[in-house]
């Protein structure tokens, strides 16, 4: 059957994705011949559909698992998505919204059966978008946060810590979001600096004429003060000490008192002090034993504890604050400054700190394990430079808050007693009650006695435990699955989530299974547009990816999204990446059809000698790209390796091995050699499979005729071995002069069909031999001839110390040959000022693999001998003008 002139994406990869499901190659159980390798994947939140993130990270993990699978290891991705307490309630709560329901309407479980339809309809969206991209995840095993193991394993975990003593329950500051109305963690607040104003209010002195003056950029917070602060040793109001001062606004009589906290340089050097809503004055409230007034509703607006602006959103107290403030004469000026204001990544919401009944974590003995096996590289960080951000969060470790005040999630297993704040902590409402029995000694209890908490726990608290839980680990510590895959890999993930989600899960897994959850964390960098802008829907930079697949077909995306994202750092998306990758698809295409269209002849012998050598050479270089390989993917240099494969075929099998063997116009090729070329190609595809699934499958498959459940995506990987370094050097020297004797071609407009004669005045020979079988063909020369004196009327070129001559049947313009040294020279120059700077540089000699550095050396060698070769042939040009 006859090859389409275009590679058709769409129909390949449909056709194919399906015959990988239907014969389960995704598919892996624990195989005691095998070595596992394993990974799972970050869930995405099960609100979120397929984003150019998702499009790096996921291509990154599935290029690392069609690796090892090929490599013959046990290779397992589990796949899976996360509840998203915050973001899916907010999305349920909308939904309702739309349909005229409000949230407080309705009881607990009704809210729970909208959240779970809506969870059914929307929940798998991102991960059928993931098997467009190629994702090879063992799908039976897909996960969910909320699943019933896994659910019971979260409860599982919390008794267990409650029953340890690393549970506990208390009012404390947190950060509030009014939006999604739950607490939030520390990392779960983005601070933004802005425009603010800085309201100086007075306060009158109790009984006397003065007053003091405070600075606030938050004057509704006012109606919350219980004290004024100064520093002890600030001899400006001394005078103050023993007094009190009256609220403005409420009129409230309050304290002067002295706390070190306060900065004498800044501001007026008095603080008001509301220790309701600052984590500071909260603090300095508890020191001198002062009264908290919380003035918010958990809404953000302003509850009958405020006194005045009640019912009012917090920024238009703020506004009617200072109004008022100006009418009663207390307001003394207003500045604008910067500040920075703290915003929740969830909803977008400002945060407000406020004085809440929270469920805490204790977490600094905890975090013990996760810190020193990181620092000591027992879990290794790609690029180490996230040690240093690891470092000071592990250092600066707080306790968790583990409640959420939402419906959606994980309800906390804690049981009140009746009319009263005791409680009991269990797996279950049965188990609630027998420990509720004994606890009181009250036989008759029964469940319906029992109120349990209403809070959940921060979402967190599922995704800690991903990597034992979706192995069942934690509720059979022992079974098949967690003894074989666990630990995990590799995690590939996102640095802004380093603390959130991997900080925690290497905590979880020294505490249950004694060991790390994953050797390596490889951390993708931030996908920004061309002017550094993050790429997200709100900005508009952001291009659909599964348009993007539908128009350059998902190799080509996968190959755009690698060609440039080293670990750690940004990748700056570029629509041409894309279209580079579907060049490359296409090539691979071309090459197909180039092959598939000769002739082949079996009693035709193949030609003298340039098809041995283009073998000989190819396989060489075949082996020395596995080698290369092997050293990326071992420092995760994914995108260095996809550059490897992308040059071993675009230049070296396309541009020059099959010049090197294609026949004659009309001519039929020899059996051995094509035979050959079909084996060279197959290697090939096996290379880039990882990368490129679909047109590898393809091409494998149109190669020759295969047998049921030969598909490549199972075949074994091509192994390394001993690489023919002298022929890649010799080749690469004839390609040299073959570039040259174009280039010449080119620049004097003589057609690539005429023969010519060349001569070589060479130092040995023997460093080009048998690779000038590859030269007379490519060069399309008729005669060859070794000299020892330079040729007449003949253009010349270097290659080392070796010079090559063209004889011209035209006048040589000396003039212009002097121009294309000068620039060529200048060239070379800055190739070599290039070459020094990096050998000057220690941490390169020192740290880069051996051949590299040695490659280094001998380009710098090089170099220099053809920059010499040059000037000489500069001065002998300008003495002839």
């Known amino acids: 059957m006859e090859l389409p002139k275009k590679y058709n994406p769409r129909e390949v990869e449909d056709k194919w994705y399906a015959a990988w499901l239907k014969n389960k190659y995704f598919d892996s159980k624990p195989n005691s011949e095998k070595e596992p390798y394993t990974i799972v994947i970050p869930p995405p939140n099960v609100t979120g559909v397929l984003h150019m993130g998702h499009m790096l990270n996921n291509t990154i993990q599935d290029v690392l698992i069609r690796r090892a699978r090929m490599q013959g290891y046990e290779a397992c991705w589990v796949p899976g998505t996360d509840h998203a307490s915050i973001a899916t309630e907010a999305k349920v709560v909308g ?486 990758g579907r060049n490359f698809a296409n090539k691979i295409w071309n090459a197909l059809r180039l092959i598939k269209g000769w002739k082949v002849a079996e009693n035709v012998a193949p030609e003298i000698g340039s098809d041995e050598v283009a073998i000989e050479w190819i396989e060489a270089r075949i082996n020395q790209a596995i080698i290369e390989l092997e050293d990326h993917f071992s420092k995760y240099r994914i995108s260095d390796a996809l550059m490897t494969i992308y040059k071993l075929i675009w230049s070296d099998f396309c541009s020059w091995y099959l010049e090197l063997v294609k026949p004659d116009f009309e001519q039929p090729i020899d059996a051995k050699t094509y035979q050959k070329t079909i084996e060279i190609f197959e290697s090939l595809m096996k290379i880039v499979h990882p990368f490129m699934p679909f047109i590898s499958e393809e091409v494998y498959h149109q190669l020759k005729e295969r047998k049921e459940g030969d598909c490549i995506m199972i075949a074994e990987y091509p192994k390394s071995r001993k690489v023919n370094d002298i022929i890649i050097g010799k080749a690469e020297k004839a390609f040299e002069v073959v570039t040259n004797v174009r280039n010449i071609r080119q620049q004097k407009g003589i057609s690539p069909k005429e023969k010519f004669h060349l001569y070589a005045k060479l130092d040995n020979v023997e460093e080009y031999y048998p690779a000038t079988k590859m030269i007379w063909k490519l060069a399309n020369i008729s005669d060859f001839d070794l000299i020892t004196e330079k040729v007449e009327n003949a253009v010349s070129f270097h290659i080392g110390s070796d010079e090559w001559f063209l004889p011209l049947n035209q006048e040589i313009d000396h003039e212009k040959e002097i121009e294309i040294i000068t620039e060529e020279s200048n060239y070379l120059k800055g190739f070599l000022k290039s070459v020094m700077k990096k050998l000057s540089n220690e941490r390169f000699v020192n740290n880069a693999p051996e051949n590299v550095v040695r490659l280094e050396k001998k380009k710098k060698e090089d170099t220099e001998k053809k920059i010499a070769a040059l000037d000489e042939k500069l001065n002998n040009l300008k003495s002839l003008i």
């Open 95 to 580: 939904m309702l919204k739309e349909k005229g329901i409000n949230k407080n309407d309705l009881t607990r479980d009704e809210f729970l059966k909208y959240a779970w339809e809506w969870k059914e309809k929307h929940g798998g969206i991102i991960l059928e978008q993931l098997k467009k991209l190629g994702a090879s995840c063992d799908w039976k095993r897909t996960k969910f946060t909320m699943d019933d193991d896994l659910s019971e394993s979260v409860i599982k975990v919390f008794v267990d810590f409650y029953n340890k003593g690393k549970i506990y329950r208390g009012v404390r500051m947190v950060n509030w979001d009014p939006q999604a109305q739950t607490a939030v963690s520390d990392e779960e607040v983005i601070y933004r600096e802005e425009q603010s104003k800085l309201f100086y209010v007075n306060y009158k002195i109790e009984g006397e004429d003065g007053h003091v003056t405070i600075a606030t950029t938050r004057p509704e917070t006012i109606l919350g003060d219980t004290a004024v602060c100064v520093n002890p040793h600030d001899e400006r109001f001394r005078h103050l000490k023993g007094k009190k001062v009256i609220v403005p606004l409420v009129n409230r009589v309050v304290p002067m008192i002295a706390d070190d906290y306060v900065d004498m340089e800044f501001g007026t050097g008095c603080l008001k002090i509301t220790p309701a809503h600052d984590i500071n004055d909260y603090e300095i409230g508890i020191r001198h034993n002062l009264q908290s007034i919380d003035i918010f509703n958990d809404d953000g607006t302003i509850n009958e504890r405020g006194e005045i602006f009640i019912g009012e959103d917090r920024f238009k107290a703020r506004k009617l604050a200072a109004k008022q403030l100006e009418e009663e004469g207390a307001l003394n000026k207003i500045e604008s400054y910067v500040n920075k204001v703290g915003y929740s990544e969830r909803t977008n919401a400002v945060i407000e700190p406020k004085l809440s009944m929270q469920w805490f974590l204790e977490m600094k003995e905890l975090s013990k394990p996760a810190f020193e096996n990181v620092m000591n590289d027992d879990i290794q960080l790609v690029p180490a430079k996230f040690k240093n951000t690891y470092r000071h969060w592990m250092e600066n470790v707080k306790d968790w808050c583990i409640s959420r005040q939402l419906w959606w999630g994980h309800r906390i297993p804690a049981y009140y007693l009746p009319n009263s704040n005791d409680f009991v902590v269990a797996e279950s409402a049965e188990k609630a009650l027998k420990l509720a029995k004994e606890k009181t000694g009250d036989a008759n209890l029964k469940i319906g006695d029992l109120k349990q908490d209403e809070d959940v726990l921060d979402t967190w608290c599922s995704s800690w435990l991903w990597p034992i839980s979706v192995f069942d680990g934690i509720r059979f510590p022992d079974n098949e699955d967690i003894n074989y895959y666990y630990p995990t890999n590799v995690l590939v993930t996102a640095p802004e989530i380093l603390f959130f989600w991997v900080a925690r899960m290497i905590i979880a897994g020294y505490e249950y299974r004694d060991d790390l959850p994953f050797k390596d964390v490889y951390l993708t960098g931030i996908v920004r547009d061309d002017l550094r802008r993050k790429m997200s829907k709100s900005l508009g930079n952001s291009p659909d990816p599964l348009e993007l697949i539908k128009k350059y077909g998902a190799d080509g995306v996968r190959t755009g999204m690698l060609f440039s994202s080293p670990a750690g750092n940004d990748l700056l998306f570029d629509i041409k990446l894309c279209e580079q």
